[in-house]
């Protein structure tokens, strides 16, 4: 029973290491994201094509601590009719690990101009 406890106690502290991996893979992806949405940017119409250029981008890790992820991040963007203002979100789903041993995290930002 005390090898049982002491394995399932081992795995659990690996799948919330790999776990924090992935949340760290998503926020990576995000910041990317907006980097290639906003970084030098003042024409809100550069912003929407650079919107659809980052859509479909896969990043895979080569850091240490990252290694084993990769992250996929899209973007939408919105209009109102007659508004001077474009919406954008940027999702950033990232996976680390493989098999038993994975973790998945959704990270989600926000901007407009």
Same mark, same amino acid.
């Given at each position: $029973?005390?090898?049982? &406890?002491?394995? %399932? +106690? +081992?795995?659990?502290? =690996?799948?919330? #290491? &790999?776990?924090?991996?992935? *949340? !760290?893979?998503?926020?990576?992806?995000?910041? !990317?994201?907006?980097?290639?949405?906003? *970084?030098?940017?003042?024409?809100?119409? =550069?912003?929407?094509?650079?919107?659809? /250029?980052?859509? #479909?981008? /896969?990043?895979?890790?080569? =850091? /240490?601590?990252?290694?084993?992820?990769? $992250?996929?991040? /899209?973007?939408?963007?919105?209009?109102?009719?007659?508004?001077?203002?474009? *919406? !954008?979100? &940027?999702?950033? @789903?990232?996976?680390?690990?493989?098999?038993?041993? %994975? $973790?998945?995290? &959704? =990270? @989600?930002?926000?901007? !407009?101009?």
């Amino acid at each position: $029973a005390i090898s049982r &406890i002491a394995s %399932q +106690s +081992s795995q659990a502290s =690996v799948i919330e #290491g &790999i776990s924090a991996q992935a *949340f !760290y893979a998503a926020e990576s992806g995000a910041h !990317y994201g907006m980097s290639v949405l906003m *970084f030098d940017v003042t024409d809100r119409t =550069v912003a929407d094509t650079n919107c659809a /250029t980052v859509t #479909g981008t /896969t990043l895979n890790f080569t =850091v /240490t601590g990252l290694q084993a992820c990769s $992250a996929l991040i /899209t973007c939408a963007v919105a209009t109102v009719t007659g508004n001077v203002q474009s *919406f !954008y979100t &940027i999702r950033s @789903e990232a996976s680390c690990g493989s098999g038993d041993i %994975q $973790a998945e995290r &959704i =990270v @989600e930002v926000s901007s !407009y101009m």
